[in-house]
C-alpha cells in the first residue's frame, strides 16, 4: 500500500510531539513493506532533521501546492493521505486533493478534543506568574476585559473545525476511546462511526532489568516550555515547595521553549536549588537515571512521555485533567493522579514518593507487569492496520 503523510513540521526522530510520531509511524508501516512519503509545510531546522522520501511543499500558495500534492498522488499512486497537521489550510489542501483522486483521508487529532477552552484557562495561569512590562500589563488586561467574547469565537471555531474533520474525512483518528464522547458533542455529530481510537506508539521495549538499585533521586519534566498545555510553571512551584525539605533529589527540566528563560529567571530570584534546565536533549539517559517523571499539563493528547517513562521503570505522576491519563496510569498501582489542579496535594503526593524507598520499589516492581506493552509499535501498527482494511 502506498501511504502519503501530511503535515506542518518537518517529521523528525529528535523531536517531540507530532513529528517524532510521524517518523515512528512512518518507519514501522515501511517494516510492513507499505511505501511511505511524507510532505511537510516547513523545511528541516537542521542537517541533522533530514530524512529520506520527505517532501517539502513547494510554494507558499494553496493552489500550486494542491497541485503539487495531486501530482504527486497520481504518480506515485497513493492509496491513503494520512493528515497529520492541526492547521486547517493543510486539512483544506488534503480534502480537495481526496476529491480530485481516488485515495482515502484519515484526518488525525493529536490532543484532547476540548483543547481549546483549557487553552483560554491557561492564559490566566501566564498572568499570574509571569512579571510584565506596563505595555503588558495593557495588553493582558485588554485580553482579560474581551475574554467572554474570545470564549465564545473560538467555541464556534472548534465546533466547526471537528465537524468538517469529521465530515471531510474518511476516518478521524483520536488517541483515546475516552475522547471520543467529547468529540461528538462539541462536533454535534448524529454519530461516530467514522471515530476511531489509535494511541501513539512508543518504541522502547520494556526496560526489565533496570531496578531500584539503578536509579537516582532524580525527578524529569520534559516537554515545551509554554505556559499553554504542558504548563512547566506548574513544576517549578511545586518543587519550590518541597525542594529545601529534600537537598539531594534534583529536578530535571527537560525541553525548550518560549519560557525558558522567564523560569530560570524565577528559579534565580527565589533561590530555589537543585533545578536543572537542560534545554532539547535525548532523554533515554535520563530516564534510565531518573526515579520519578512528573506531568503538569493541563491536557494532553497522549503523552509519550508517560509511556516511555514507565517503560523506564520511572513513576510518573500527572494531574487527572485530561481522560487519555487513566489509559496509562492506574492511580496508587502504577502512579500517581492529583485532582487538577491541585499544587499542595501534587506536592504532598510527592514528597511522600520521594520520602518512602519501598513505596517507589513497590510501584516500580508493578509497572513492568503493566499493559505498557500495549503501546509498542508493532502493537499500535496492528491497529493502524485495521483501520486500512476498513475505510
Not at 516547513?42 to 494542491?66: A, G, M, Q, Y
Not at 520494556?206 to 505556559?227: A, E, N, S, W
Not at 530535571?252 to 536533549?281: A, Q, W
Not at 520511572?314 to 494531574?319: E, G, K, L, N, T
Request: charged letters at 25%; aromatic letters at 14%.
Amino acid at each position: 500500500m502506498n501511504i502519503c503523510f501530511v503535515t506542518s513540521e518537518y517529521v523528525s526522530p529528535l523531536r517531540g510531539g507530532v513529528e517524532r510520531v510521524t517518523y515512528i509511524l512512518s518507519e514501522v508501516f515501511r517494516k510492513y513493506g507499505h511505501n511511505v512519503y511524507i510532505v511537510s509545510k516547513n523545511r528541516p531546522l537542521t542537517k541533522e532533521d533530514e530524512i529520506d522520501n520527505h517532501i517539502v511543499f513547494p510554494s507558499i500558495k494553496d493552489e500550486e501546492n494542491i497541485c503539487f500534492l495531486e501530482g504527486l498522488v497520481i504518480n506515485q499512486q497513493i492509496d491513503i493521505l494520512i493528515n497529520q497537521s492541526h492547521h486547517t489550510v493543510i486539512f483544506k489542501i488534503c480534502v480537495s486533493v481526496k476529491e480530485k483522486t481516488k485515495c482515502k483521508l484519515i484526518s488525525t487529532f493529536h490532543t484532547a478534543p476540548n483543547y481549546i477552552f483549557c487553552d483560554i484557562k491557561d492564559k490566566w495561569g501566564e498572568i499570574c506568574f509571569d512579571r510584565f512590562s506596563l505595555s503588558r500589563i495593557k495588553r493582558q488586561c485588554s485580553w482579560i476585559l474581551l475574554y467572554p467574547y474570545r470564549y465564545y469565537m473560538r467555541k464556534k471555531y472548534l465546533q466547526k473545525r471537528l465537524a468538517n474533520y469529521y465530515h471531510g474525512s474518511d476516518a478521524v483518528v483520536l488517541l483515546s476511546e475516552q475522547f471520543k464522547s467529547d468529540y461528538v458533542q462539541i462536533a454535534g455529530l448524529d454519530n461516530s462511526d467514522k471515530l476511531y481510537a489509535i494511541a501513539n506508539p512508543i518504541c522502547q521495549k520494556q526496560h526489565l532489568d533496570l531496578y531500584d538499585v539503578d536509579k537516582k533521586k532524580q525527578i524529569l519534566f520534559i516537554g515545551r516550555m509554554l505556559f499553554q498545555a504542558k504548563r512547566p510553571d506548574r513544576m517549578i512551584r511545586i518543587w519550590e515547595r518541597i525542594c529545601y525539605s529534600f537537598p539531594d533529589w534534583e529536578l530535571y527540566m527537560l525541553g525548550d521553549g518560549p519560557i525558558k528563560e522567564i523560569l530560570m529567571e524565577y528559579c534565580s530570584e527565589r533561590k530555589i536549588k537543585n533545578v536543572h534546565f537542560t534545554g532539547m536533549v535525548n532523554p533515554e539517559s535520563y530516564y534510565k537515571s531518573a526515579s520519578i517523571l512528573c506531568v503538569t499539563s493541563s491536557y494532553e493528547g497522549f503523552p509519550l512521555v508517560l509511556a516511555e517513562a514507565l517503560s523506564y521503570s520511572v513513576i510518573p505522576i500527572a494531574f487527572d485533567s485530561f481522560k487519555s491519563v487513566r489509559d496509562i496510569i492506574k492511580n496508587n498501582i502504577n502512579g500517581f493522579l492529583i485532582e487538577p489542579f491541585n499544587i499542595k496535594e501534587y506536592a504532598r503526593k510527592l514528597s511522600t514518593l520521594m520520602g518512602n524507598r519501598q513505596l517507589r520499589y513497590e510501584l516500580m516492581r508493578k509497572s513492568k507487569i503493566g499493559k505498557i506493552n500495549n503501546f509498542e509499535v508493532d502493537r499500535i501498527y496492528e491497529c493502524w492496520h485495521l483501520l486500512f482494511q476498513q475505510i
